[in-house]
C-alpha cells in the first residue's frame, strides 16, 4: 500500500491530469455540443454543454451544402487532393532520404544542406512567385497547385526518414549486394520494412497538414465545385444573411472524423515514429 505522502501525490497528480485533459477537450466538447443546439442557443447559453434539447436536424442541412452543392462534394475533393498530396510525398520523401542516407555522390553534402535551407525559408516569400506561375501554366482553379508540389518529397518528412535510414546497419545493405540486391531491390526489400514507423508518421503528418490547409485552397480555387472542406466550412458563415452555425458546426465534427480516424488507427506508429527519430542502431 502507498504510504500517505504517495497517496497525496497521486491523487494530485491524477486530478492535475484530469483538470488539464479536460481543458484540452473543452473546445471540442463544445463544438460538439453546440452541433446539437440549435442557432438562438448556441451563443446565448454557450456556456452549457448540454443542449436544451438535440436538434440533429443541423447534420442534414449541413449536408445539404450551399449553392446546390452537396457537403459530399467537398468532401471527395479533399480526399482526392489528401489522398494524392500525400502518397506522393511520401513516396519522393522516402527515396530521397534513402539517397541522402544510403547513398554518397558528388555534391550530396551541399544538396543536403540546400534542403535544410529550404526548411528555415518563410513560405510567405513563395505565395506570389508560385501563384504568378501556376496563372501562367494555366493550373488556377485545379487541384494540381495542390497536389503536384508534393509529389517532389517534404523537406522535414525527408529529414525524419533519413534519421531512420541513417540509423540502419550498413551491413544489411552488403549482405543484399551479395545475394545480388540493387540500390532500388534494397530500397524497397530492405530498407522500406525497417523504416515503416517513420513512414506511416510521416503519412500521418502529411495527411493532417493537406486536410486542414485553408491557405492554399483560398488562392487558388474559385469556383465553389472545387472547395475542400477546410474552404467549404468558411462559406457557411454569410455576413449579409442569417448565418447556420448549428449546420456549420456539424460540419466541422464530421470534417474532424478522417483527422481521429487516422489517428487512432496509426496513433503507435506515431510515438514510435517521433520517439526514434535521430536514434543510431
Excluded at 29 to 40: A, F, I, P
Excluded at 141 to 148: K, Y
Excluded at 156 to 163: C, D, E, K, R, S
Aim: hydrophobic letters at 50%; one cysteine or more; glycine letters at 6%.
Amino acid at each position: 500500500m502507498l504510504n500517505r505522502p504517495a497517496a497525496i501525490r497521486a491523487v494530485v497528480y491524477h486530478l492535475f491530469v484530469w483538470i488539464t485533459a479536460f481543458l484540452m477537450l473543452y473546445p471540442l466538447l463544445w463544438l460538439l455540443s453546440s452541433s446539437l443546439k440549435d442557432n438562438s442557443e448556441i451563443f446565448t447559453h454557450a456556456h452549457q454543454l448540454t443542449p436544451s434539447f438535440i436538434k440533429f436536424e443541423n447534420y442534414v442541412t449541413g449536408w445539404q451544402g450551399f449553392g446546390g452543392i452537396k457537403f459530399s462534394t467537398y468532401f471527395l475533393n479533399s480526399l482526392i487532393i489528401t489522398v494524392c498530396a500525400t502518397v506522393g510525398c511520401v513516396i519522393s520523401s522516402t527515396l530521397v532520404a534513402y539517397g541522402f542516407g544510403r547513398i554518397r555522390f558528388a555534391g550530396s553534402r551541399f544538396l543536403f544542406v540546400c534542403m535544410l535551407i529550404t526548411m528555415m525559408l518563410p513560405g510567405q516569400v513563395l505565395i506570389i512567385p508560385q501563384y504568378i506561375f501556376f496563372q501562367k501554366i494555366g493550373w488556377v482553379n485545379t487541384f494540381l497547385p495542390l497536389i503536384v508540389p508534393s509529389l517532389f518529397g517534404l523537406p522535414f518528412l525527408i529529414f525524419m526518414i533519413m534519421q531512420f535510414v541513417r540509423g540502419l546497419p550498413n551491413e544489411l545493405d552488403e549482405s543484399a549486394k551479395i545475394d545480388g540486391c540493387g540500390r532500388y531491390a534494397i530500397f524497397y526489400r530492405i530498407i522500406v520494412p525497417l523504416v515503416t514507423p517513420a513512414v506511416i508518421s510521416a503519412t500521418i503528418f502529411k495527411f493532417y497538414w493537406v486536410w486542414d490547409d485553408f491557405f492554399g485552397p483560398l488562392i487558388y480555387l474559385n469556383r465553389p465545385r472545387l472547395y475542400p472542406v477546410s474552404l467549404a466550412l468558411k462559406f457557411f458563415a454569410d455576413p449579409q444573411q442569417k448565418t447556420d452555425w448549428g449546420a456549420m458546426f456539424a460540419m466541422s465534427i464530421l470534417s474532424l472524423v478522417p483527422v481521429f480516424a487516422v489517428f487512432l488507427a496509426f496513433q503507435k506508429y506515431i510515438v514510435e515514429g517521433i520517439s526514434t527519430t535521430g536514434l543510431k542502431g
